[in-house]
């Protein structure tokens, strides 16, 4: 599904995303297809779920985001140095 359908069928919902077609400009991720994996009223509980399923598939791209937002944008972080 494409995110402004996304948003008409789930207003004012937290959902956990999984990107199925992505692409990368810069430091930024955009979905241009995305599976709704689940919604939620609380955002605690969509974010519980989706490290429940990073740990379960750590291959496959999941989020959770709120359905607030007019773009779905991921900046995306850069780790640089050692970690430890």
């Given amino acids: 599904m494409k995110w402004i359908d996304i948003r ?4 004012d919902k ?3 995303i999984e990107g199925l ?5 810069g430091d930024t991720k955009y979905y241009d ?6 919604s939620f ?3 605690t509980k ?3 779920l989706c490290n429940s399923l990073h740990k ?3 291959r496959r791209d999941f989020h959770f985001v709120h359905t607030s937002h007019k773009k779905l944008e991921i900046p995306l972080k850069r780790w640089i ?4």
């Fill in 8 to 11: 008409k069928a789930y207003p």
């Fill in 14 to 16: 937290w959902l956990v």
């Fill in 21 to 25: 077609e992505t692409r990368m400009q």
């Fill in 33 to 38: 297809n995305i599976s709704v994996m689940e």
């Fill in 41 to 43: 009223d609380d955002g």
């Fill in 46 to 48: 969509a974010m519980k």
């Fill in 56 to 58: 379960e598939y750590p």
């Fill in 81 to 84: 140095g050692i970690r430890g």
